[in-house]
């Protein structure tokens, strides 16, 4: 069982330290507040003054920070990750950062001729705490089968999507497509409200059928396309312009969007395809 160190104690930072420490690890904990070491340090984490000297003393480093400027300040410098770590250490990146900035840390390590993951997670705050987040994998498919065990500490799924900075990109687009999610759904429930519908019914009914599965419907006939069709892209471009009517002067940007992709493989003569079939138009 590796030892393990934890960089920023933040929601998802501590959820991870707690879950290392119940499973039997050593757990070294740094953040930019020490006051948030406190809970920790009482179950048994141990603190450390640098990230630097974190990476001297754990043999697996998580980067849990905010954003690309905070996990720069816990990598470089005198202080940093990089000035403790070495050729056995296991280097991650948890935190949602850009695929630049990956990208580079990803190269400095390479030339360093140190091991390192891009491994953003999925879950949330409830994820973090119950240790069963799913990890999304960017680097090296054989090192990372060597602290699979390690990880199923702190998670019930270890997604791999390739090289270096590929885990940072999948959460990207999985953050973009979870906020048009919640954005369409607020469009929805407000439409839903001005029909005169009950709100609480139209949720509860959107979040089970039909509604929440449609990123499966989605993707399943993304994959292969329906023969014959499901439904067509000429009705779909029909019942979005209805639900346009009924906003009236509701604004309702993506609805507004929607439609017009719709209308326009309508008008390229795309009406007979199925509504999936918008994602290849
Ligand atoms: N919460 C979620 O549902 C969730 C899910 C998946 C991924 N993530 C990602 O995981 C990361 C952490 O999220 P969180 O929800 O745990 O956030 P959080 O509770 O706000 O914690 C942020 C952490 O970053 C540290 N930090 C911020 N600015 C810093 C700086 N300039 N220098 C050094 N440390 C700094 C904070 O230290 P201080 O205590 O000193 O402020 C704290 O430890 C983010 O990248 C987030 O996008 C979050």
């Known amino acids: 069982m590796k030892s393990v160190a934890i960089i920023g104690t933040g929601i998802m930072g501590s959820g991870m330290a707690v879950n290392f420490l119940k499973q039997g690890h050593r757990v070294f904990v740094w953040n930019r507040t020490k006051s948030k070491l406190k809970?920790?340090?009482?179950?048994?984490?141990?603190?450390?003054?640098?990230?630097?000297?974190?990476?001297?003393?754990?043999?697996?480093?998580?980067?849990?920070?905010?954003?690309?400027?905070?996990?720069?300040?816990?990598?470089?410098?005198?202080?940093?990750?990089?000035?403790?770590?070495?050729?056995?250490?296991?280097?991650?990146?948890?935190?949602?950062?850009?695929?630049?900035?990956?990208?580079?840390?990803?190269?400095?390590?390479?030339?360093?001729?140190l091991t390192f993951f891009d491994m953003p997670m999925t879950g949330g705050r409830i994820?973090?705490?119950?240790?069963?987040?799913?990890?999304?994998?960017?680097?090296?498919?054989?090192?990372?089968?060597?602290?699979?065990?390690?990880?199923?500490?702190?998670?019930?799924?270890?997604?791999?999507?390739?090289?270096?900075?590929?885990?940072?990109?999948?959460?990207?687009?999985?953050?973009?497509?979870?906020?048009?999610?919640?954005?369409?759904?607020?469009?929805?429930?407000?439409?839903?409200?001005?029909?005169?519908?009950?709100?609480?019914?139209?949720?509860?009914y959107l979040s089970v059928q039909p509604g929440g599965v449609v990123t499966n419907l989605a993707w399943r006939d993304y994959q292969t396309e329906p023969k014959p069709i499901n439904f067509s892209i000429k009705w779909i471009t029909k019942d979005l312009n209805y639900a346009k009517q009924l906003a009236k002067n509701l604004p309702l940007p993506l609805l507004a969007q929607v439609y017009k992709k719709y209308l326009k493989a309508l008008k390229k003569k795309h009406g007979q395809k199925d509504w999936t079939a918008i994602n290849k138009i």
Request: aromatic letters at 6%.
């Open 39 to 113: 809970p920790l340090i009482s179950l048994g984490a141990s603190a450390v003054s640098s990230p630097k000297e974190a990476a001297v003393k754990a043999e697996i480093v998580f980067d849990v920070t905010a954003n690309d400027r905070s996990s720069q300040s816990v990598w470089l410098g005198s202080r940093g990750i990089l000035a403790g770590a070495g050729y056995k250490k296991y280097l991650i990146a948890s935190g949602t950062f850009s695929a630049n900035w990956i990208d580079k840390l990803a190269k400095i390590c390479q030339q360093k001729k």
């Open 127 to 204: 994820g973090a705490e119950t240790g069963a987040m799913i990890l999304l994998v960017g680097g090296s498919q054989q090192k990372l089968k060597t602290i699979y065990k390690d990880l199923s500490s702190i998670a019930k799924k270890i997604a791999y999507f390739g090289k270096g900075g590929s885990g940072i990109r999948f959460k990207l687009v999985l953050n973009m497509i979870q906020s048009v999610h919640i954005v369409a759904l607020g469009e929805a429930l407000k439409l839903g409200k001005k029909s005169g519908l009950n709100l609480k019914t139209v949720g509860d």
